[in-house]
C-alpha cells in the first residue's frame, strides 16, 4: 500500500526536508503505510527514515523531530483511504429506519475500527480479521464496541450476520492484550433483555479490568419500520425491569471492581417514570455520549452555573428586558421547563418553552438531537417566540447549517420570523444562551 501526499505544512519537518506533494509515501521505518493508523504509529519516533516515490524514482529521507511531532503531511483523505461500511443488517439499525430521498450521507453505516479510535466510533467486530486484531494490540489502540449480546446465536440473529457470533472471540483477545474497551448495548424487548442481558453482562464482567464501561440503550424504532424485524418498544414495567437488573450487577462491579461499570442511559429512567440518579452514580460520565447520565449533567451544570452568578451579576441582570423561547424535544421538555423557570425567577427575563413532537420520524422518537426543522417551523409558526428561538446544536449536522431534512437556519429563522440562538449541550452554555450571552 501506498498514499499519495496532497500537501506538506509550510515549516514542518517533511517541509524542510524537502518532500513534495505529489510524492508518494511507501514505508516508513521499513513499514508499509496503508493507513492513519500506520502513518500516526509509525511516524510518532524521533527519527524516522521514509520511502517516497517521486517521478519513478525513490527516495529515502531520514527526518529527526520531537517525539510524536506530526510530519506535516496531508493526504486526499483523512483515513489516506476510504471508510469501511457495516456489514450487517441489524434488526435495530436505526439507520434502514429512514424515510427515502434524505442526503445520501445520513445513509452512510460506518463500521471502521480507524474511526473508533481516533473519533470514539463505535464497531462491532464484523469487519475485522485477526490481523486487524493484531494490529490494534500492537499498536495498543483502546477501541468501542457494539456487543449488544455474548450469544453466539442470538449476535448473529440481530446482526443479519453468520460471522458476528464468532468476532465475540475479539473481545477475549483484547482484553488479554490489555486492550481497553467500551462497550455498549441496544437492547431490543424480547431479544437481548431480561436473561440475556444477564447473560452478557456476567461475560463483559469476566473480562476485567478492560472493559472500562458500558452503555445500555433502548431501541429506538421510528414510523418507517414496513418490512423490518418485528420489533416492540420498552413500557414503563419492562423498562424498570431492566433498571433493576442492571442495578444488581451495578453492586456486584462496584464491590469487585471499585466501579459500577454498566450504566442505562437516560431513557430508560425515563420510560420507567424513575427519577434521574444523583451525579456520583455516573462516576466521571464515561458514556455520556451514549446518552447515559446526560440529563443529570445538564441539570446539575445549569444550576452550578446559575448559582455562581454573584450579586453583582445578578443585579446587572435583573429585570433584564429579554423575552425568549426554547424548543425542546418531549423526552427533555420537563426538565428545560424547570431550568428556564429558575432562569426567569432570578433575572425577571421571559423564557417560554415549546414541546416539539417528532412527527417526521414518529412520536416515539423523543430526542432532541432527531428534531428536524420541518417539525419546529409547523409546531411554533403564529406561537410567541419572543426576540430570539434557542435550539440545542445538536438539531445541526456536524456543527454545520443544515438540519436533518436540509433547511438551513436561515431558512428556519424566515420562516418563523424569529433570530435563532443554538447552545451547547452543557448546562452553562444553556444558561448562557438563555442570559443572550
Known amino acids: 500500500m501506498s498514499a499519495e501526499i496532497t500537501g506538506v505544512t509550510a515549516n514542518s519537518p517533511a517541509a524542510k526536508c524537502g518532500i513534495k506533494s505529489g510524492d508518494i509515501l511507501e514505508a516508513i521505518n521499513g513499514h508499509k503505510i496503508s ?10 519516533e524521533n527519527t524516522v527514515t521514509l520511502l517516497l516515490k517521486r517521478d519513478k524514482k525513490h527516495l529515502m529521507l531520514k527526518i529527526r523531530k520531537s517525539e510524536y511531532d506530526d510530519l506535516g503531511l496531508e493526504f486526499n483523505t483523512f483515513l489516506m483511504d476510504k471508510k469501511q461500511s ?23 453505516k460506518d463500521d471502521d475500527a480507524r474511526l473508533s479510535f481516533l473519533l470514539g466510533n463505535y464497531v462491532t467486530l464484523t469487519n475485522l480479521k485477526q490481523e486487524d486484531i493484531d494490529r490494534i ?40 492484550a490489555g486492550i481497553s474497551m467500551n462497550c455498549q448495548i441496544v437492547l431490543c424487548p424480547g431479544l437481548n433483555d431480561g436473561d440475556e442481558l444477564r447473560r452478557t453482562l456476567t461475560d463483559l464482567g469476566s473480562l476485567m479490568p478492560n472493559i472500562s464501561s458500558v452503555a445500555i440503550v433502548p431501541v429506538g424504532l421510528t414510523k418507517f419500520r414496513e418490512g423490518l424485524y418485528p420489533l416492540t418498544m420498552f413500557d414503563k414495567e419492562g423498562a424498570g425491569r431492566t433498571i433493576d437488573i442492571i442495578e444488581e450487577f451495578q453492586q456486584k462491579f462496584l464491590s469487585e471492581y471499585g466501579t459500577r461499570l454498566v450504566f442505562p442511559s437516560d431513557e430508560f429512567y425515563l420510560k420507567a417514570e424513575r427519577p434521574l440518579p444523583e451525579s456520583d452514580f455516573y462516576e466521571e460520565y464515561p458514556q455520556y455520549e451514549n446518552g447515559v447520565g446526560m440529563m443529570r449533567s445538564l441539570y446539575d451544570e445549569f444550576f452550578a452555573a446559575l448559582n455562581r452568578e454573584d450579586a453583582l451579576e445578578a443585579e446587572k441582570y435583573e429585570n433584564i428586558n429579554r423575552d425568549i423561547s426554547i424548543a425542546t424535544g418531549a423526552a427533555a421538555y420537563d426538565m428545560i421547563s424547570e431550568l428556564a423557570a429558575a432562569a426567569e425567577k432570578k433575572f425577571g427575563l421571559r423564557c417560554k418553552v415549546y414541546k416539539i413532537i417528532n412527527h417526521f420520524f414518529g412520536e416515539t422518537i423523543t430526542v432532541t438531537g432527531l428534531l428536524t426543522a420541518g417539525d419546529i417551523i409547523s409546531q411554533l409558526e403564529g406561537k410567541e417566540l419572543g426576540t430570539e428561538l434557542l435550539l440545542s446544536k445538536s438539531m445541526i449536522i456536524h456543527d454545520g447549517d443544515l438540519f436533518l431534512d436540509d433547511y438551513t437556519i436561515s431558512d428556519v429563522e424566515k420562516k418563523l420570523g424569529v433570530k435563532l440562538r443554538f447552545a451547547e449541550n452543557d448546562g452553562g452554555s444553556l444558561l448562557d444562551a438563555i442570559l443572550g450571552r
Open 86 to 108: 457495516c456489514c450487517n443488517k441489524c434488526v435495530f439499525c436505526f439507520i434502514d429506519q429512514m424515510p427515502e430521498g434524505m442526503r445520501q450521507t445520513l445513509y452512510f
Open 137 to 176: 494490540i500492537e499498536m495498543k489502540l483502546n477501541i468501542n464496541i457494539s456487543v449488544h449480546t455474548t450469544n453466539p446465536e442470538l449476535r448473529c440473529k440481530m446482526m443479519n450476520n453468520r460471522f458476528a457470533g464468532e468476532k465475540i472471540d475479539y473481545l477475549r483477545q483484547l482484553s488479554e
Open 35 to 44: 493507513d492513519v493508523l500506520d502513518y500516526m504509529y509509525y511516524s510518532s
